[in-house]
């Protein structure tokens, strides 16, 4: 008499991870730390950053073209928009071009700063381009919050140049924080809760914590992105969270700069990239 078979396991859902570049392996990592029996496709499209100085359309269809890839080529179930510009802008073609659930990292942060915030003010600090777009304001009034946003564009070279815990760096966000609380001060705001609008600042998550007023939380918006998969994905990949098992894969590909992204990804990843496969997705 054969003894009964024991019942087949699902295969992991496999997550599709989209930034423009690398930064967004921020957002990577810390799905990896809720979900490490999932399967990661993560897509840099270093080729054609920064995206903030294109237009909207060419946006949408840079985005709208990776997102593609990640879905039909890579088998991804679920996609994360792991980029600021992307997300504020694109987020719509996305969810067009792709028949699968798509989260945004915008989105996350305000609802984590409206959790997190009782006087409802808040700060916003990003890059030019995400701040131009106004999307983390038009997110955080959505929720009934009041937000000022500060565009910190030194910030992202000095991540890439490795200076996560540097006096120069320091000092730097030292300066910007001055000048947004005095901004706020200006409006009559009480702000308590800080979000970091650009998926290198949580490298600088220390540095930042140190220099806000006490009282005002900061908001990591890949690790406030994470959570909000987790609720995504309604359990199916949830499953995979406490189990034991096989080591997590992870796929990286980039569109352009290779050798960068695997000299610099670890920093972000906290953990070998592995060979990044080089893709062209076309103009």
């Given amino acids: 008499m054969s003894s009964p078979e024991a019942p087949t396991r699902p295969a992991p859902p ?148 490795g200076w996560t815990a540097h006096p120069v760096t320091d000092q730097v966000i030292r300066i910007y924080l001055d000048e947004l609380n005095a901004e706020a001060a200006a409006q009559g705001l009480r702000p308590d809760a800080l979000v970091l609008g650009c998926t290198h600042y949580p490298l600088l998550r220390p540095l930042i914590e140190r220099a806000v007023p006490p009282g005002v939380k900061v908001i990591d918006s890949a690790e406030s992105t994470a959570e909000a998969a987790m609720r995504l994905f309604n359990g199916r990949a949830a499953q995979f969270a406490q189990s034991t098992g096989p080591e997590t894969e992870i796929r990286c590909f980039a569109t352009d700069s290779v050798e960068k992204f695997e000299r610099l990804g670890s920093r972000f990843l906290e953990r070998p990239v592995g060979s990044v496969e080089l893709i062209d997705l076309g103009g």
């Fill in 14 to 161: 496999t997550i599709g991870v989209f930034d423009s570049g690398f930064g967004g392996l921020t957002v990577l990592r810390a799905l990896v730390q809720r979900l490490p029996r999932a399967r990661f496709a993560f897509l840099g499209d270093t080729a054609r950053l920064p995206y903030g100085s294109k237009s909207r359309r060419t946006i949408a269809r840079y985005a709208a073209q990776s997102a593609q890839f990640l879905v039909r080529e890579q088998g991804a179930e679920f996609l994360v928009i792991a980029c600021n510009t992307a997300s504020a802008l694109a987020l719509d073609a996305i969810q067009d071009a792709v028949p699968v659930p798509v989260l945004g990292v915008i989105e996350p942060g305000a609802a984590a700063a409206r959790a997190a915030s009782r006087s409802g003010d808040v700060l916003v600090v990003a890059t030019d381009a995400t701040v131009q777009s106004r999307a983390y304001s038009a997110a955080c009034r959505a929720l009934g919050l009041r937000a000022i946003e500060k565009a910190c564009p030194l910030l992202v070279p000095l991540v890439e140049e």
